[in-house]
């Protein structure tokens, strides 16, 4: 079993017995405020692959930053190509990186670097040379309030990406995050309310319209959606019950039920996954 972004919503309000508009316009940020409280309160870099992630760039000869990536959250390595053999850089304070190399024109082959913004890597000494990069980092995946679902339309091409477009029907509306013109078909976030098979919709940006032929089913899951689905349902419904302000037993009941979720994950990163039982044996826990 797992969630998609409209099962976990219809699960959300079958247990609150609540429909109510500007309710279910918060559903999003529900899944979104357990998402953010799991990544915070488990150390999923250190036992899950999937959080896991590689990315390639170069430097630039002369400029000691270096782009970090949107999803960024913490590095494993970080390391240069310099004349066809691989050299890991060490990661350090920034005031190490300044003073290491107080004069930004002095180049050389960098072999430190730190986190100084929240767009940029600074390294120490400046590149000499455009170097190839490969960063290796703990990554914040997409949220499971971001899925999408796939509208093919009369005419995709004429729409534009990043651009809300709104059923004539149905009142629903969704944002373009990409498309295909050989296919007419544009990926939309999921809506709040559903389009209508057949109905007209517009663009916000483009004011063009085009009727829609077929509508997807939301089948987008993640990683949590699918591994820890009931720390997924309980934590959302804390933070629904939160936001209505709901009975305090019933808020208490799932944020326990929420508590005991993430204390299981945590004894799966930190007693399972990492451990290799040929060598080191099963894991060990008093008996009480």
């Known amino acids: 079993m797992s969630y998609t972004l409209t099962t976990l919503k219809t699960a959300i309000q079958d247990y609150t017995e609540n429909t109510e508009t500007t309710f279910v ?6 899944i979104r405020s357990t998402e953010n409280r799991l990544f915070k309160m488990v150390d999923f870099e250190y036992f899950i692959e999937y959080f896991k992630k590689n990315v390639t760039s170069a430097t630039s000869s002369s400029d000691r930053f270096l782009s970090v990536p949107d999803d960024y959250l913490a590095s494993f390595s970080l390391s240069i190509t310099n004349s066809s053999n691989i050299e890991f850089l060490l990661e350090k304070d920034v005031n190490f990186i300044q003073e290491y190399n107080p004069n930004a024109s002095t180049t050389g082959v960098p072999k430190y670097y730190a986190r100084f913004d929240v767009d940029n890597f600074i390294l120490s000494p400046t590149p000499n040379s455009n170097y190839s990069v490969e960063l290796h980092y703990y990554h914040k995946p997409t949220s499971l309030a971001d899925s999408t679902i796939v509208l093919t339309v009369g ?3 004429s729409f534009a990406v990043n651009e809300v477009i709104t059923g004539a029907s149905s009142g629903a509306t969704a944002t373009i995050s990409s498309k ?3 296919t007419n078909q544009l990926t939309i976030v999921v809506p709040t309310t559903n389009f209508t098979n057949g109905e007209t919709v517009t663009g916000g940006t ?3 319209s085009s009727a829609i032929s077929a509508i ?6 993640t990683w949590l959606s699918k591994n820890a689905l009931n720390a997924m349902l309980y ?3 804390s933070e629904a019950y939160i936001f209505m302000k709901g009975e305090p037993d019933m808020m208490q009941l799932y944020e326990k039920r929420f508590m005991e979720e993430v204390s299981r994950l945590k004894d799966l990163g930190e007693a399972r996954e990492n451990a290799d039982a040929y060598r080191q044996g099963l894991p060990r826990r008093p008996r009480t």
Request: glycine residues 8%; without cysteine; proline residues 0%.
């Open 216 to 221: 997807s089913s939301d089948t987008t899951t």
């Open 206 to 208: 483009t004011a063009h």
């Open 155 to 157: 005419a995709a091409s």
């Open 235 to 237: 934590g959302s419904l």
């Open 25 to 30: 316009s918060h559903l999003r940020d529900f």
């Open 180 to 182: 295909n013109d050989g």
